[in-house]
């Protein structure tokens, strides 16, 4: 298996008169830790919506494994094995965490369509479940609802959906916004324990959280990518440091 | 060749009375986003107050209009500060149950004080009759409600769009906490939108009893046509909203004359088409 | 804190699917209701139709979320199936009621498949636009409805060949009992599975929904045949045990009607339609025969009062009282 996992082709968005996505061509590595970032408004967002399919490109191509994805409908791109996250949690705030895994896995294991299947029955689905669980943290909270959970918690649950239809690439929106101090740990935990064979691209403000874990950052400014290169090179690079980081300065 | 264009004059007319009312109902559902099912009963107030102005108290045609229009701004000021300004962040099946009670309340009180049978208003010696122009001869009321329609259309129109006041209410639409700390209160302004709302519905209201005539289901009966109005207008647009009654009223009238075996089936057929093709109305924002 | 273990997760997820007291205790007294109140018995039958026909917008509504303003639509076009069979010489029960549902339920998927691109108030719009429609067609045709006057006519054959419909209606009762538990059932089962579960899941957050390869859609189109079906199902019986169809089956007010029905009984219970069904059919008749006005009068601020308390119906307010009692026994002991 050579080339990039997921990868765009001169790709543009452009709302009106507003151009949010200007000529991107963009790779992820096989296995990768990547970031991205950039100022607010650069357009970061709106490059996970074009690759996951909320958003459509005005022009170009998206690639995963080479075949071409970007005039797929959202849920059969995820079945291909995309995940993501979301900036702000989104999530089922009435059901359990249980159910909301019992949900994904259930949609793995061909379990929808049928309305008159007993989901007491299905076993295998509901251990599962439990599992992803317990590996993400959330075993002692998952029969609580949703919107009972501190927002943390929450947060987990939001990683723990994606990580559950097994996916070969992980798209992380701020994964660790919002998250009060006492909480961000875990996240962090739970992110430094995803699985090595999935390639993760991660949108992140909190730069102690991008230099601790990315091994390549993709810098977007204006909708275009400014550079691009392992984390020594960028924090040296005076382009950057004058776009985003010395304005980061300020705020 | 005239009876055509008389007919298409009857749509017309009817259409203008059909804005009046469904005006009001767009900038409630598509401005301030909340589904009023009660706007209609507004409008029964306003025709109402007209005909009982007229009958009772001698008062004359124009002036009881305008009496009406007040009356019913009033009455709709009053429910929003009492009642439905607690549901703008309710859900929207809550807000439609909510407003059905008040339908059906509405129902209830006319038909206890004004009695269950159809009333008829009666209209000044002016008003009758028809009044030639050129080869047609066009009834004088329907003439009179499409100058009267067409002066209301760009004063509406203009007072959203240009005056200060549309512009508050624009800009509470859009952000409403925003525009509160601009110091605008938006409570009031809020108040003060419904009550104009109200106003062009009882406006519509107390012109369309000649039309179509009133009786204590008319909220329920305009219901549905009101909703089809304002919806493949689009919501929110006024501009939208005209042109959706024009079409309404027209296609409503020639189809009872040209083809008075399909009833309003045509009319709601149409409306689906509409519907599905362009959920967003005509002049509806993209969804 | 201790890690909930796979036992105690296995037990919730039967408590999903476990009877409520309230249901049993409904059915319970729906049967009694027999022998308690014999000359009632026409009545009864119509809360109970009524209460399925509820319950088949309770799962569109109440668990996926999406509003239909013109379901009255399915549920006339289930009695005038059922009715037009028996009226044409073919008056076996069952194998009417099995027409009406699938010609319901038919109209369901094709609906739902049309519409599929609409969501929320333009829904409602076009819900009832549908809803309009059929009615229209139904009135503008009276070589086939019967028009105003109702389709007439109809004889039904023994039920299983045996239970002859009587003049009493004990035959129309256990017919529509029988019946409507059979769905009811069913309408449980749909929403315990996994099935159920993507339809909450697709009220709660289409967002999410999406982002699980789950298809709104999809989901959209089972809701709505499975909810069409019911309806039809409801319709027919209807049919068959008034044996006379009248246009109201398909008006815009029984459309509203069931919409209160089934929230004061209770969104997203599925007993809630039953409940409210009940309690609406009921007093409507008190109430009318006293004044028609009145009962208009009363239902109006009924809805107002309830949407402002937002106690979640009949079955909220149940569950918030035994809550209270709870409670109040535990601190007591």
């Given at each position: 298996m050579n080339g990039p996992v997921l990868h765009t082709s001169d790709l543009y968005k452009s709302f009106g008169g507003l151009t949010v996505i200007n000529g991107v061509n963009f790779s992820l590595g096989r296995g990768a830790r990547h970031a991205l970032i950039g100022p607010n408004g650069a357009g970061?967002?709106?490059?996970?919506?074009?690759?996951?399919?909320?958003?459509?490109?005005?022009?170009?191509?998206?690639?995963?494994?080479?075949?071409?994805?970007?005039?797929?409908?959202?849920?059969?791109?995820?079945?291909?094995?995309?995940?993501?996250?979301?900036q702000v949690n989104a999530l089922f705030p009435r059901l359990t965490p249980l159910e909301s895994l019992v949900l994904?896995?259930?949609r793995r294991s061909g379990l929808l369509g049928q309305?008159?299947?007993?989901?007491?029955?299905?076993?295998?689905?509901?251990?599962?479940?439990?599992?992803?669980?317990?590996?993400?943290?959330?075993?002692?909270?998952?029969?609580?609802?949703?919107?009972?959970?501190?927002?943390?918690?929450?947060?987990?649950?939001?990683?723990?959906?994606?990580?559950?239809?097994?996916?070969?690439?992980?798209?992380?929106?701020?994964?660790?916004?919002?998250?009060?101090?006492?909480?961000?740990?875990?996240?962090?935990?739970?992110?430094?324990?995803?699985?090595n064979e999935v390639s993760i691209l991660f949108i992140e403000h909190d730069m102690e959280l991008v230099f601790r874990f990315a091994e390549r950052i993709t810098v977007l400014v204006a909708g275009s990518i400014l550079c691009e290169g392992p984390p020594d090179e960028i924090a040296r690079d005076s382009d950057v440091q004058r776009v985003y980081l010395g304005a980061k300065a300020h705020g | 060749m005239l009876g055509f264009i008389n007919?298409?004059?009857?749509?017309?007319?009817?259409?203008?009375?059909?804005?009046?009312?469904?005006?009001?109902?767009?900038?409630?559902?598509?401005?301030?986003?909340?589904?009023?099912?009660?706007?209609?009963?507004?409008?029964?107030?306003?025709?109402?107050?007209?005909?009982?102005?007229?009958?009772?108290?001698?008062?004359?045609?124009?002036?009881?209009?305008?009496?009406?229009?007040?009356?019913?701004?009033?009455?709709?000021?009053?429910?929003?500060?009492?009642?439905?300004?607690?549901?703008?962040?309710?859900?929207?099946?809550?807000?439609?149950?909510?407003?059905?009670?008040?339908?059906?309340?509405?129902?209830?009180?006319?038909?206890?004080?004004?009695?269950?049978?159809?009333?008829?208003?009666?209209v000044p010696a002016w008003l009758e009759g028809n009044v030639p122009l050129g080869v047609l001869e066009i009834n004088n009321y329907r003439a009179f409600l499409i100058l009267v329609g067409l002066a209301l259309l760009g004063g509406v129109v203009g007072f959203?769009?240009?005056?200060?006041?549309?512009?508050?209410?624009?800009?509470?639409?859009?952000?409403?906490?925003?525009?509160?700390?601009?110091?605008?209160?938006?409570?009031?302004?809020?108040?003060?939108?419904?009550?104009?709302?109200?106003?062009?519905?009882?406006?519509?209201?107390?012109?369309?009893?000649?039309?179509?005539?009133?009786?204590?289901?008319?909220?329920i009966k305009f219901l549905t046509e009101l909703l089809i109005v304002v919806s493949v207008g689009g919501l929110g647009s006024l501009g939208g909203t005209f042109v959706a009654a024009i079409l309404f009223g027209v296609v409503d009238v020639a189809g009872k004359y040209l083809f008075p075996e399909a009833g309003g089936f045509i009319l709601y057929a149409a409306a689906l088409i509409v519907l599905t093709v362009r959920p967003q109305g005509l002049a509806g924002p993209q969804l | 804190m201790t890690a909930v273990d796979i036992v105690l997760v296995r037990k919730a997820i039967r408590e999903r699917a476990r009877w409520r007291s309230l249901e049993i205790a409904f059915w319970v007294a729906a049967a009694c209701s027999y022998f308690l109140f014999p000359t009632h018995l026409v009545l009864l039958t119509q809360i109970i139709i009524s209460g399925l026909f509820a319950m088949s917008l309770d799962l569109l509504l109440g668990y996926g979320g999406i509003p239909s303003f013109g379901h009255a639509a399915f549920f006339g076009l289930g009695a005038y199936t059922a009715g037009l069979l028996a009226a044409h010489g073919w008056g076996e029960p069952l194998s009417g009621l099995l027409a009406g549902g699938a010609v319901a339920g038919a109209t369901g998927l094709l609906f739902s498949i049309v519409i599929a691109r609409v969501h929320g108030a333009a829904m409602l719009m076009v819900t009832m636009c549908v809803g309009l429609l059929v009615y229209e067609?139904?009135?503008?045709?009276?070589?086939?409805?019967?028009?105003?006057?109702?389709?007439?006519?109809?004889?039904?054959?023994?039920?299983?060949?045996?239970?002859?419909?009587?003049?009493?209606?004990?035959?129309?009762?256990?017919?529509?009992y029988a019946v409507a538990f059979a769905l009811y059932l069913a309408a449980r089962r749909y929403v315990s599975s996994p099935e159920g579960l993507a339809l909450e899941g697709m009220r709660e957050n289409p967002t999410r929904i999406a982002s699980l390869a789950i298809s709104s859609a999809k989901r959209k189109m089972i809701a709505f045949t499975v909810s069409a079906t019911l309806a039809g199902f409801a319709g027919a019986l209807l049919a068959q045990t008034t044996q006379i169809v009248a246009l109201?089956?398909?008006?815009?007010?029984?459309?509203?009607?069931?919409?209160?029905?089934?929230?004061?009984?209770?969104?997203?219970?599925?007993?809630?339609?039953?409940?409210?069904?009940?309690?609406?059919?009921?007093?409507?008749?008190?109430?009318?025969?006293?004044?028609?006005?009145?009962?208009?009068?009363?239902?109006g601020l009924i809805l107002i009062g309830m949407m402002l308390s937002a106690r979640g119906g009949l079955v909220g307010g149940v569950a918030l009282l035994s809550k209270r009692m709870r409670a109040m026994i535990g601190s007591a002991t």
């Open positions: 970061k967002s709106s490059l996970v919506h074009l690759l996951t399919g909320f958003l459509r490109p005005s022009r170009g191509e998206i690639f995963l494994d080479g075949a071409r994805i970007d005039q797929l409908p959202i849920e059969n791109r995820i079945a291909l094995g995309l995940g993501r996250t979301f994904a896995v259930s309305p008159l299947r007993a989901l007491s029955r299905c076993s295998h689905v509901v251990e599962e479940a439990h599992d992803i669980a317990i590996r993400t943290g959330l075993a002692d909270v998952c029969l609580k609802p949703t919107r009972e959970l501190p927002y943390g918690r929450q947060r987990l649950l939001e990683i723990a959906l994606a990580l559950s239809g097994n996916p070969t690439v992980l798209l992380l929106d701020e994964p660790a916004a919002g998250v009060p101090a006492s909480e961000s740990y875990e996240v962090m935990e739970a992110i430094e324990a995803l699985p | 007919i298409l004059l009857a749509g017309i007319a009817y259409g203008f009375v059909l804005f009046l009312m469904a005006g009001g109902l767009s900038i409630t559902l598509g401005l301030m986003k909340f589904a009023n099912m009660a706007h209609a009963a507004f409008a029964m107030v306003g025709g109402y107050s007209a005909a009982l102005l007229i009958a009772k108290a001698d008062v004359p045609f124009v002036p009881a209009v305008i009496g009406a229009a007040f009356i019913a701004a009033l009455t709709g000021a009053l429910f929003e500060r009492v009642l439905f300004h607690r549901f703008y962040r309710a859900p929207e099946l809550e807000q439609v149950l909510m407003t059905i009670g008040v339908v059906y309340v509405a129902i209830a009180g006319a038909t206890y004080f004004v009695g269950p049978e159809q009333i008829a208003i009666s959203i769009e240009r005056t200060t006041f549309g512009a508050k209410i624009r800009a509470a639409v859009a952000n409403r906490r925003m525009t509160a700390s601009c110091g605008i209160d938006v409570d009031r302004l809020y108040t003060a939108a419904f009550a104009l709302g109200s106003a062009l519905a009882g406006l519509g209201g107390a012109l369309s009893v000649k039309l179509i005539g009133l009786d204590p289901y008319f909220p | 067609a139904a009135s503008r045709t009276p070589w086939l409805t019967g028009g105003d006057t109702g389709l007439q006519g109809i004889a039904m054959w023994p039920v299983l060949g045996r239970f002859e419909f009587d003049l009493f209606g004990k035959t129309a009762f256990w017919y529509a109201e089956t398909l008006s815009f007010d029984r459309s509203v009607s069931t919409l209160i029905m089934l929230v004061v009984g209770g969104l997203g219970s599925l007993i809630g339609g039953f409940l409210g069904a009940a309690l609406f059919v009921w007093l409507r008749d008190i109430l009318s025969a006293l004044n028609p006005v009145y009962w208009m009068f009363w239902l």
